[in-house]
């Protein structure tokens, strides 16, 4: 019946996502261990809030970006130290009764972790702030982001949020729960792009292999910041080591190019500037 709608061309079928079935890889190609991951918390502030619920899903890869097959997930949940707000319970659907008495052991959580190659989640900038405060071992890994480190856009997608992403490539998922956005997240990664003609993991690999160099416009003048926002540059207005200024992370073909137009036409006068490579141990964490 689903082949029928879909064969008059007026109908779009969304089938429920099914786990991956194994593919044997060729004899002697170089395989490694990925971890696609993802937290529920009370909150966006990893200094202050905390996990409610934490999924790691491995996976096998070539390097070219081939999955070969999935683990099974670990998943746990977490009673917080603050009763979850209803607006949190509303997201993901966990309240205080199912985390009631339960805990992540970090020990646990570092061993499952230790094995793996890579990290990937759909926003690592905002996992891997909450994860390397629970174990250092998530200090230890390079990261990818299967969000932004995957050009969707030249790809001809509207969006980048998972929902949108799963609906476009014909299956839905339990939302909003950690281990099924892991599943949904490696049934994405698997697929290839319809134009690159290369699975999305190739082109994040691709991309988390490469660095990148965040520039810093400190004591930029105030009247060209829109000229800078424009451009692309980010204001960090957070308190701590790095600059409360505005800053860019540009590739390193585009590194000189960037610092010439800082000083012609920012500054207007050769000035030392903060400069700082960044690779995929480094970049979504805290330290960037």
């Known amino acids: 019946m689903a082949s029928a709608l879909e064969a008059t061309g007026d109908y779009r079928v969304l089938r429920k996502l099914k786990p991956r079935v194994a593919n044997t890889p060729v004899p002697g190609i170089p395989m490694r261990l990925g971890l696609v991951l993802d937290v529920e918390t009370t909150g966006l502030d990893p200094n202050r809030d905390e996990i409610i619920e934490l999924a790691m899903t491995p996976f096998r890869y070539g390097l070219d970006g081939t999955i070969f097959s999935v683990g099974d997930s670990f998943q746990r949940l977490r009673q917080p130290s603050q009763p979850i707000s209803p607006e949190i319970t509303a997201i993901t659907g966990i309240d205080d009764a199912m985390v009631a008495g339960y805990a992540i052991d970090p020990a646990e959580v570092a061993a499952f972790a230790a094995p793996a190659a890579i990290v990937i989640a759909h926003n690592a900038g905002f996992d891997r702030r909450f994860l390397e405060r629970f174990s250092t071992v998530f200090t230890t890994k390079p990261w990818g982001c299967s969000m932004s480190q995957i050009d969707r856009a030249s790809e001809g997608y509207e969006g980048t949020k998972l929902a949108y992403l799963a609906n ?9 729960r950690a281990m099924h956005d892991c599943l949904a997240t490696i049934e994405l990664l698997a697929m290839p792009l319809p134009k690159a003609g290369t699975t999305a993991l190739g082109s994040l690999l691709k991309a988390a ?16 910041k829109d000229l800078l926002k424009a451009r692309g540059y980010r204001w960090n207005g957070d308190p701590g080591p790095l600059p409360r200024a505005w800053y860019i992370d ?11 137009f800082l000083r012609n036409e920012i500054y207007r006068h050769n000035v030392d500037l903060f400069v700082r490579r960044i690779d995929a141990y480094d970049r979504f964490s805290c330290r960037c």
Request: hydrophobic share 40%; net charge negative.
């Open 250 to 260: 540009v590739p390193d073909t585009d590194r000189e190019a960037e610092l010439d």
């Open 209 to 224: 292999r490469l660095p990148n160099w965040r520039i810093w416009a400190e004591d930029s003048p105030f009247e060209l």
């Open 168 to 176: 476009a490539a014909g299956f839905f998922y339990e939302r909003h």
